[in-house]
């Protein structure tokens, strides 16, 4: 029995001792698993962030939860040091680290941003000798990346778009232009029926003479000297519709602030009208300008919103209808019947008819002249063939001729970015972010709201180029029938081509194609004339920088900002005046008035006095207050959205850094990424205003940088939209 019983002890201790051996692998298999879920938290957390995931290092190793949990189970204290780090997550990555010392050395730490955030940002870069702004650094990029692709010949074996490189080739070749001498000039005013410019005299020259020799000008280079000219239709009945609109050839009366620099322009005017005649005084050039000026004058007066369309018939109106056939030209041979002519704003049609028939007939043919060589200059200006830019002037003439061609071109260079699925989402996201701010807007009755929201939702946003570009073979059909371009020949390849485009943009409205409004070069975006379509540029997103998802959160601020404020300004067109559109009610105009008054009582007279008197005084600084309230407005809903991302990166951190700028939070980065996109050159008060007025009436603001009450950045009375 002895025997048994020990027996039975000793098996009873053998059975403990198993289970102590399995209890102690069982617990170092854990402490296994944990610890390598605590490398996985920190080493494979990129991969389990579903919109804003990337490869940058932070300093996440010991605030991971699991790290943590390992640290607690085994009883291990971690440093002090990780207290600290728990604040915010720090980007060390090389790029990180550059871009945390240009913002350093980009703010002005001896100004306190509570009393003038503009010159905080910006008062340290403007003042650099190699200082460009953020539109044209970005433009610069772009357009230095197409140079180098239109140089290498072999990418265009095959290229459906093989014509433009041709043309451009053409342009950088100035031995050939130099041995044309004034034969290319002489061609382009043979071919506008301005043979005889630069012009002293009427002679048998008429009104008639003018408006014929600028439907030339339009017919064949696309340039609209008086009046631009549209082809459209009626969508119930298919009529066509003949749309006589305003001229941009003019100018703005900002271009006539400074006497020196109008002095300047009417000089080389003189030397181009130098170049036809070498016997031609210097007032030519100044009549020239004065006539411009005058034309300013009279139709910045002329508003859209008090100017009614008219409806006229073709043949009823025998001034416009050589001037109409003549721009037409054989595009009207795909109209059934005589077309419709609508007057786009008849008293500034009005106005300007006027104004061309008092005014000297050489004197306005000279104008003709000077806008047409402007155009065609880096083909006939000796000056600009030696010029250190030439490629670039020869893109820019590129662009001119077949802007869609040089489109397809910026595409396929920066097609992974433009195509990257995150910047979809951004734009999209905004677009929501605006819908729910309006959605909460307390003052706007239901109707009103309701109307709103319908119209956000209606609007097309087209991002960065249109979708046809992306099927290879509608991109060979489109360019199919380019003309070819005449080696030795570059201005009349030019002509050709801009000839051939100007037909085509005739007939898109009868053959609708995916159509885009606006130049790749444009860096903000645009609407159009109905409202229904917002229009991206490529150059509004850095498409040369940094594209990973981390860097670009930090575009959202100046991506964000631009695209609100047009989606705005599709809203508030019926805000502003009795007219406008139907969707804002008596109430919602009236209570719209009242906000616009307190953004007005902020706004200094003499920011928009300047250059402008009665009426077009008035207008300007309507426009400019319109641009103060939907860039007040877009804060918020931006902000949103780019706190919404921060958040995304991490549950547990919503502050990360870069090194050498680990004092400027991410709160704080979203202004000053927004200012900095603003910057420019020796800004005068008034264009600091642009950030500061937005900034001053954010409440966010005065939290994030601890403004306190009364201080310039924190008035004690703010304007708001919502």
Request: proline share 4%.
């Amino acid at each position: 029995m002895a025997e048994q019983a020990r027996c039975e002890v000793i098996r009873e201790n053998r059975k403990t001792g198993y289970q102590v051996h399995i209890i102690v692998a069982f617990l170092m298999l854990l402490a296994t698993i944990i610890g390598a879920l605590a490398i996985l938290s920190v080493y494979g957390k990129r991969r389990y962030m579903s919109l804003l995931a990337e490869s940058d290092e932070f300093n996440t190793t010991m605030n991971s939860p699991w790290f943590k949990y390992f640290l607690r189970t085994f009883n291990i204290r971690g440093s002090r040091s990780d207290t600290t780090q728990e604040a915010f997550g720090l980007c060390r990555t090389p790029e990180c680290r550059r871009e945390g010392a240009y913002i350093a050395a980009s703010l002005n730490w001896s100004v306190n941003p509570c009393t003038d955030f503009y010159s905080f940002a910006c008062s340290v870069v403007t003042t650099r000798p190699d200082f460009r702004a953020a539109d044209a650094a970005i433009l610069s990029d772009v357009q230095h990346a197409l140079v180098k692709m239109l140089g290498d010949e072999r990418r265009f074996v095959d290229s459906p778009v093989v014509a433009a490189r041709q043309l451009w080739a053409q342009c950088m070749d100035v031995d050939a232009l130099r041995s044309l001498e004034t034969g290319p000039l002489n061609y382009a005013l043979l071919t506008t029926g301005l043979s005889g410019w630069p012009y002293e005299a009427d002679g048998n020259n008429t009104v008639s003479s003018v408006w014929n020799a600028s439907a030339k000008v339009l017919k064949n280079f696309g340039v609209p000297t008086l009046l631009s000219i549209r082809l459209t239709k009626v969508s119930r009945t298919s009529d066509a519709v003949v749309v006589l609109d305003k001229s941009s050839a003019f100018g703005s009366l900002d271009d006539y602030k400074d006497n020196h620099s109008v002095s300047g322009r009417s000089h080389a005017l003189h030397e181009m009208m130098l170049l036809a005649n070498t016997m031609v005084p210097q007032g030519l050039a100044d009549e020239v300008f004065e006539f411009m000026h005058y034309l300013l004058r009279l139709t910045e007066s002329v508003t859209d919103k008090g100017s009614e369309e008219q409806v006229r018939s073709l043949g009823d109106l025998s001034l416009f209808q050589p001037f109409v056939l003549g721009a037409l030209g054989d595009a009207l041979d795909n109209v059934s019947g005589e077309p419709v002519l609508l007057l786009q704003s008849a008293d500034y049609v009005n106005s300007l008819v006027e104004a061309v028939r008092v005014t000297p007939s050489h004197v306005t043919l000279n104008y003709l002249g000077h806008i047409l060589l402007d155009h065609i200059k880096p083909f006939v200006l000796p000056s600009l063939w030696s010029a250190r830019n030439r490629d670039v002037i020869c893109l820019n003439a590129l662009e001119k001729a077949v802007p869609r061609a040089v489109h397809y071109l910026a595409y396929t260079r920066f097609k992974t970015t433009l195509e990257n699925v995150s910047v979809r989402n951004i734009i999209d996201d905004l677009k929501h972010e605006l819908m729910t701010a309006i959605a909460k807007t307390s003052w706007l009755d239901v109707s009103t709201k309701s109307q709103l929201l319908k119209k956000l939702t209606e609007t097309q946003i087209h991002a960065f180029f249109p979708h046809w570009m992306s099927n290879t073979q509608i991109v060979r059909d489109f360019f199919a029938d380019l003309p070819e371009v005449k080696p030795g020949h570059a201005l009349e390849s030019y002509h050709a081509l801009r000839k051939h485009v100007f037909r085509a943009s005739l007939l898109d409205q009868f053959d609708k194609n995916d159509l885009w409004e606006g130049s790749v070069f444009d860096t903000d975006c645009s609407v159009d004339r109905e409202l229904n379509n917002v229009y991206f540029p490529m150059a509004l997103l850095n498409v040369t920088g940094r594209a990973t998802q981390f860097f670009l959160l930090f575009q959202i601020p100046r991506i964000g900002f631009r695209l609100v404020r047009c989606l705005f300004l599709t809203l508030l067109d019926g805000a502003i005046g009795t007219g406008g559109a139907s969707w804002w009610s008596a109430a919602a105009r009236q209570s719209y008035q009242a906000r616009s008054h307190c953004f007005s009582g902020q706004r200094p007279e003499a920011c928009d006095s300047a250059g402008a008197a009665g009426e077009a005084a008035a207008r300007r600084r309507e426009e400019a207050l319109l641009r103060d309230i939907v860039e007040a407005a877009a804060v918020a809903p931006v902000l949103r959205l780019y706190r919404m991302y921060i958040k995304s990166r991490s549950r547990h951190r919503t502050d990360f850094r870069f090194q050498n700028a680990e004092g400027i939070s991410t709160n704080q980065l979203f202004y000053v990424y927004h200012a900095l996109s603003l910057c420019r050159p020796a800004a005068a008060g008034c264009g600091e205003r642009r950030v500061n007025s937005a900034l001053m009436n954010d409440p966010d603001f005065e939290t994030v940088f601890g403004c306190g009450p009364g201080t310039d950045m924190n008035p004690a009375v703010k304007c708001s939209f919502y």
